[in-house]
């Protein structure tokens, strides 16, 4: 299957500060990606669904200003978590899709002290 | 709207043994496809089996197949000889296809049942 890298894997920071993910899809273009976040023992949450070139669209109750997606190229889309704060430390999953198949990033394991 | 349904949330069984996970979904669409993702402790999604609605023939990989169907809204997964290493978290999905022709159309989101919690026991 396709591959999609997801980093960094972990990252821990402080509060207020601010936290890039990286989602790449490495042996495809991918103009529709996905980022997810996912609560423990819990089922995947769609955040918000970016295509590339345009502005991503956010799931009802997630603060885009919180959670900026960029989508800049068919194989990179980027998550930035602004001005963290402990309650968002979660994990976050990407995923692009390959025309009607989804492949996912490992994840990353945001902690906010 | 549509949904996706797994009643058992834990399941055991023993290695080399046969499982069956259950999935219903609830949809008005007629063109979709599905899901079986499985997330090992590692906690990637790895894409386990799929099956088009339009496809009649229930999809097999390997150990995995399923047993799709269509009229009672009904999408189980069947491990075969299961293995150590099928412990997971199994999440059924579903995807809307938009469109009336058959490889055409676009894509809805996938949506995801809760999931089943598979453990294999030596």
């Known amino acids: 299957g396709a591959v999609v890298s997801q980093h960094p894997s972990r990252v821990i920071c402080k509060s207020g500060t601010s936290v890039k993910i990286e989602c790449r899809s490495l042996?495809?273009?991918?103009?529709?990606m996905f980022w997810y976040r996912q609560f423990p023992k819990q089922s995947l949450m769609l955040m918000a669904t970016?295509?590339?070139?345009?502005?991503?669209?956010?799931e009802q109750g997630v603060e885009k200003d919180k959670f900026l997606i960029n989508h800049a190229s068919l194989t990179l889309s980027t998550l930035t978590v602004t001005s963290a704060h402990p309650e968002d430390s979660s994990f976050y999953i990407c995923s692009a899709r390959d025309w009607r198949i989804q492949y996912f990033g490992a994840g990353t394991r945001l902690s906010v002290l | 709207a549509q949904t996706v349904t797994q009643s058992q949330p834990e399941m055991s069984v023993q290695e080399a043994e046969t499982v069956t996970l259950s999935c219903t979904y609830d949809?008005?669409?007629?063109?979709?496809?599905l899901f079986w993702y499985k997330q090992p402790p590692s906690r990637q999604m790895i894409l386990v089996i799929r099956q088009e609605a339009y496809k009649q023939q229930n999809a097999t990989e390997n150990r995995f197949s399923v047993n799709f169907q269509k009229a009672a809204k009904s999408f189980s997964l069947k491990i075969s000889d299961s293995q150590l290493g099928d412990t997971a978290m199994y999440f059924c999905a579903f995807m809307k296809i938009e469109g009336l022709t058959v490889g055409g159309g676009s894509q809805g989101n996938l949506i995801f049942g809760k999931g089943t919690k598979l453990s294999v026991k030596p």
């Open positions: 970016s295509n590339e070139g345009s502005k991503a669209t956010y």
């Open positions: 949809t008005s669409e007629n063109n979709y496809y």
């Open positions: 042996d495809f273009q991918a103009t529709t």
